[in-house]
């Protein structure tokens, strides 16, 4: 099956530093790539939807300027963590879409990168 | 707005016997529902999903689900469990709004016991 890889699986940085998390496609291209965070016994919330070529959609209560997203290609997706603080340490995790939807199940996910911010 | 509820964070059960997972849903209108497991280190992988037709779906690894629309549930079953069919699992419901997000709930964990 299709493979999205997320780099990287697990990341420590000091507060006030940024932190750059990338997500491809391996084989196949990526329209549409979702960016989602997780903190423990909570599910996985929405941050953005990522379109390639245009401005990413962020959800209510997520800062476009501190969570920046870039989506340059239909393989890379890029979510940029600005200025991190100790707050946003977390669990986050990309999903790529083909095309179909609908019909058939085309949405594969990153196996995820741990944030965690001194 | 579409939520997904998955009461039990954690699921206990012996090897052979059958399991179920439980998903309770709200939406707006007609629910497109899905189950992910994720296995430790790994990515979130498709279990199976429900758009239409039969409320029996049938998915990967042996699992199924049984759509219920008065109750809105979408339990996630398997007739015997195995030790590898521990993992965490994850309900979700499809915005279908336009966007194509997915709202996930927040997980339970499968143990099965040898």
């Known amino acids: 099956g299709a493979v999205v890889s997320q780099h990287p699986s697990w990341v420590i940085c000091k507060s006030g530093t940024s932190v750059k998390i990338e997500c491809r496609s391996l084989?196949?291209?990526?329209?549409?790539m979702f960016w989602y965070r997780q903190f423990p016994k909570q599910s996985l919330m929405l941050m953005a939807t990522s379109n390639e070529g245009s401005k990413a959609t962020y959800e209510q209560g997520v800062e476009k300027d501190k969570f920046l997203i870039n989506h340059a290609s239909l393989t890379l997706s890029t979510l940029t963590v600005t200025s991190a603080h100790p707050e946003d340490s977390s669990f986050y995790i990309c999903?790529?879409?083909?095309?179909?939807?609908?019909?058939?199940?085309?949405?594969?996910f990153g196996s995820g990168t741990q944030l965690s911010v001194l | 707005a579409q939520s997904v509820a998955q009461p039990e964070d954690q699921v206990n059960v012996a090897e052979g016997n059958p399991l179920t997972v439980k998903c309770t849903y709200s939406?707006?209108?007609?629910?497109?529902l899905f189950w992910y497991v994720q296995y430790p280190n790994r990515g979130l992988q498709f279990l199976l999903k429900y758009i239409t037709g039969d409320n029996l779906v049938k998915g990967s690894y042996g699992f199924e689900a049984e759509f219920n629309k008065s109750q809105t549930s979408f339990h996630l079953k398997k007739p015997s469990a195995l030790v590898s069919d521990s993992a965490l699992y994850f309900c979700a419901v499809r915005d279908i709004s336009g966007a194509n997000n997915l709202f996930f709930g927040t997980g339970t964990r499968l143990t099965v016991i040898p």
């Open positions: 939406v707006s209108g007609n629910p497109y």
């Open positions: 999903s790529a879409r083909t095309q179909g939807l609908e019909t058939n199940e085309k949405l594969f």
């Open positions: 084989d196949f291209q990526a329209t549409t």
